[in-house]
């Protein structure tokens, strides 16, 4: 549990969330969810093969910083 409580007191309060669709905000606010996080953390490390697509499944999106974003360079 203190590794999920580590984690999210680092973690951006309003980054785009996960499949789970719960922003890190509401993660931090419900401290007593923490050991089921850790739970179901726990059984997933365990039995790897069986956990679903949609864990692993996320979206990327690229915005330039600034500049031509047609130009493309290293």
């Given at each position: 549990m203190m590794e999920?409580?580590s984690?999210?007191s680092?973690?951006?309060?309003w980054k785009s969330?996960?499949?789970?669709q719960i ?10 969810a923490h050991?089921h996080?850790a ?11 069986k956990v679903r ?9 690229w915005?330039p ?7 493309v360079?290293?």
């Open positions: 999920i409580t984690f999210l680092t973690a951006h309060n969330p996960g499949n789970d922003r890190n905000y509401w993660l931090k606010a419900f401290a007593a050991s996080v739970k179901y953390f726990s059984a997933i490390m365990e039995e790897l093969e697509d949609w864990l692993f499944t996320g979206i990327s999106y915005l910083k600034s500049g031509d974003s047609k130009e360079r290293k």
